[in-house]
């Protein structure tokens, strides 16, 4: 660990802590109060953060009991330790760990022969480790109560207090106080989630930085380049615009300053908010690694306080500037109608288990299967009423078991195939009034949103893996459920997402139909059409309106469950109709009016 003060550049000498968790010299700091002059207060030379100083004098400040610890250890490996017992100042040759004195011969022989200190324990420098300096034994003494050891924490007053204090100023009918033991567990706990949560937050800070840094950088460039171009406009005109010239290149100068100093005033509050955190977590680690009781409890206070400060000045990402990428075609498939010949009418479009895109053609009522290469594999369905033939077939969905599941309107029936296509069984759509989107969720239950029907709630109906009806989410938080298929979705963790069309955002169920909470999308307002999960992430659908009564899909959100908003994709078409995702991340899209399924670049990899 470095023992030099950041002032002087010279080995700490009495250590005295700022409000930033920055440390320097006493003396160093006296001189820079009185260098900067400032009334009540000092500001650190590193991260400009300012700390109250009502007296002015920095010995009021709170010491760094680590580094004090290190520079005992580093004297007593250069044999230049004093006695702290005897006025003699004889060199030191052993430390006794419960008084955490440092003792010469004379001192060690009275230790060792007088009664009240027979159960001391000795330890010979030569022998002595960085565990003995840093001894949790080692208690402070009471001010007010002369040689009163300060064994028990008042959380109501926040402060270290001894035996007789509990009895007299700090009576249990009126304050609360624990062992110093207890309290000081309670402390490390909430300092280590400090320090996790710190060492985050600085990280998505130096994120951020780097970014800034590319954007000065990027201005720059771009400032010389408009000169550039602005130098190579006015060379071609007549000599009456010469004068003009150097106006406008003042004016991409100007402009070019102004973003050049927002920029850089934004760059440099970054850079302090990172050393801010940087400084926490150093301090945070030393003092959970070597601090002892009492220093986990004096210093704890000010490291929260400064944490919180900290919090509340980093800001996240800024999703509302977030870049929207125009996703890239990089190839289509599909197959037409063997007998008529015609283009098929796309219904839906599905991901297996296995990999394979399972393709719906309404026209010809039956299921086209392709591999993840777009390479046509096989069919399923077609006309008519025997089991595994489809009538008027709205919708598909896959599930993670492997096999196929496929709605029709006219009878309100599901039928189950394999990813073979081979027919398993069927059953009805009891309980549903409107039926619309469709899912299967791990446990291989089916679950079918019902936009309900005059006196009948609308909800979402769950059958089990044989298609006995379960019960029916009332799903009363939404004022109602959207028409749009792609309105529900499964989590990995076999939670139930529902979009909430009108709110425009998503509500999350437990198995059993429990609404557990609301996920709001953390940026400007989005008019959220439908859901994928992938990878843990919400994949939101958004509408895109082309005219007054058109509406079709207009591009993809990627969001953490938290309502973060992590990347944007727009389709290059405008006119996109059904959507899915394979297990690579490529979307698939068909547009209408076209027989073929589209696909683009991962959205993993942006």
């Known amino acids: 660990m470095e023992l030099q003060c950041g002032l002087c550049d010279h080995q700490y000498s009495q250590p005295r802590v700022l409000s930033c968790l920055h440390t320097y010299c006493l003396s160093c700091l006296e001189t820079l109060v009185k260098k900067q002059d400032r009334e009540g207060e000092v500001c650190c030379p590193v991260c400009q953060q300012r700390t109250l100083l009502p007296s002015s004098d920095p010995s009021t400040l709170p010491s760094d009991p680590i580094v004090g610890m290190l520079l005992e250890v580093k004297s007593v490996e250069a044999g230049a330790v004093t006695c702290t017992s005897c006025e003699e ?54 001010t007010k109560h002369d ?34 033991n207890d309290a000081a567990a309670v402390m490390k706990e909430r300092l280590l989630y400090l320090l996790e949560n710190g060492r985050k937050r600085s990280e998505d800070v130096r994120v951020q930085l780097l970014q800034m840094e590319e954007k000065i950088d990027h201005v720059q460039v771009e400032g010389t380049r408009v000169k550039g171009e602005v130098d190579k406009v006015f060379h071609t005109l007549l000599t009456k615009l010469e004068d003009r010239q150097e106006e406008m290149r003042q004016d991409v100068e100007t ?41 986990l409890l004096t210093c704890g206070k000010l490291v929260t306080s400064q944490f919180d400060l900290l919090f509340k000045q980093c800001t996240g990402n800024d999703t509302e500037s977030m870049d929207v990428t125009e996703l890239h075609k990089v190839g289509s498939f599909g197959k037409r109608v063997e007998k008529s010949g015609d283009s098929p009418h796309i219904g839906c479009i599905a991901v297996g288990a296995n990999g394979n895109i399972y393709v719906l053609d309404m026209y010809s009522w039956l299921v086209q299967v392709f591999d993840k290469e777009g390479k046509y594999c096989f069919k399923f369905g077609g006309r008519g009423q025997s089991p595994g033939q489809l009538q008027r077939p709205v919708e598909l969905a896959t599930s993670t078991k492997g096999y196929i599941a496929v709605r029709e309107s006219t009878t309100d029936r599901i039928q189950i195939f394999s990813d ?86 998503v509500q999350v169920y437990s198995e059993e139909g429990r609404h557990l909470r609301t996920i709001h999308p953390r940026c400007s307002r ?51 109709t059904h959507v899915a995702l394979t297990h690579e991340g490529c979307p698939l899209a068909v547009l209408l009016g076209s027989s073929d399924i589209h696909v683009y670049g991962s959205i993993h990899t942006k």
């Open 526 to 576: 989005l008019d959220i059409r439908g859901i994928i999960m992938d990878q843990n992430k919400l994949i939101l659908i958004l509408n895109n309106r082309v005219d007054r009564d058109s509406w079709y899909i207009g591009g993809l959100v990627v969001m953490a469950k938290d309502g973060t908003v992590l990347d944007k994709f727009k389709f290059p078409e405008k006119v996109v």
């Open 420 to 505: 073979t296509g081979q027919f398993i069984f069927k059953f009805w759509l009891h309980g549903v009034h409107k039926p619309r989107s469709m899912v299967i969720d791990r446990r291989g239950r089916f679950l079918v949103e019902d936009v309900g029907k005059g006196r009948f709630p609308h909800g979402v109906v769950i059958y089990n893996s044989d298609g006995k009806l379960l019960t029916k989410i009332q799903c009363t938080e939404i004022s109602k459920l959207s028409v749009n298929r792609y309105s529900l979705a499964i989590s990995a963790q076999n939670q139930l997402l529902v979009v909430d069309h009108r709110a425009n955002c």
């Open 255 to 295: 402009l070019y300053q102004r973003q050049q100093q927002f920029l850089n005033t934004q760059s440099k509050s970054l850079q302090y908010d990172e050393e801010r955190l940087q400084a926490g977590t150093r301090f945070v680690e030393k003092l959970v690694t070597y601090g002892s009781t009492s220093d």
């Open 89 to 142: 100042n004889s060199s030191a040759v052993c430390r006794c760990l419960d008084c955490a004195a440092f003792l010469c011969s004379n001192c060690q022989g009275a230790h060792r022969f007088m009664k009240c200190f027979k159960s001391h324990r000795l330890v010979e420098l030569e022998k002595l480790s960085i565990g003995d300096l840093a001894s949790p034994v080692k208690l402070l003494t009471c």
């Open 147 to 180: 040689g009163e050891a300060l064994e028990f924490y008042c959380n109501t007053c926040d402060m270290l207090v001894c035996l007789k204090c509990t009895a007299i100023d700090h009576r249990m009918t009126s304050h609360q106080y624990v062992y110093i």
